[in-house]
């Protein structure tokens, strides 16, 4: 089973990827209109998971608690849902996908928190 902070890395380098993609994709065509989608893929996929993991890779207890790989599902599942959310609000389709990934994200958040808060930051003194 790969490691809780390998997962949010590979996904936040998935994630930084597509966006870089898309960016390209937007300056070659003149288009930016997908700007508020774009961002925030590189905002939540790149920056959020690159933070999460950075967290869990110095904060092992943190890592090995049942809820880190449920936080990880979620923030996957935020990005995923949001993204083409904001792109289909954007085109004028509808607005329910980007007000589900927004929710979704905003608990990826408050279990950063509740993780921080209970696990505090960086691994526990094991000096007796």
Same mark, same amino acid.
């Given at each position: 089973m790969k490691s809780i902070p390998k997962l949010f890395f590979a996904a936040a380098a998935i994630f930084a990827l597509c966006g870089m993609v898309w960016g390209i994709v937007m300056s070659a065509s003149g288009n930016h209109m997908m700007a508020p989608a774009h961002g925030h893929l590189n905002l939540i996929g790149f920056v959020a998971m690159a933070v999460f993991g950075t967290y869990y890779a110095l904060t092992p207890q943190?890592?090995? =608690? =049942?809820?880190? +790989?449920? $936080?990880? /599902? &979620? =923030?996957? #599942? /935020? *990005?995923?849902?949001?993204?083409? %959310? &904001?792109a289909m609000a954007i085109s004028a389709q509808q607005e329910l #996908?980007?007000? &589900? %990934? =927004?929710? #979704?994200? #905003? *608990? /990826?958040?408050?279990? !950063? /928190?509740?993780? *921080? !808060? +209970? $696990? %505090?930051? %960086?691994? +526990?003194?094991q000096s007796p």
């Open positions: 943190a890592a090995e =608690s =049942s809820l880190a +790989r449920t $936080h990880y /599902a &979620i =923030s996957v #599942l /935020a *990005v995923v849902v949001m993204v083409p %959310g &904001i #996908l980007a007000k &589900i %990934g =927004s929710l #979704l994200a #905003l *608990v /990826a958040m408050a279990i !950063f /928190a509740l993780m *921080v !808060f +209970r $696990h %505090g930051v %960086g691994p +526990r003194d």
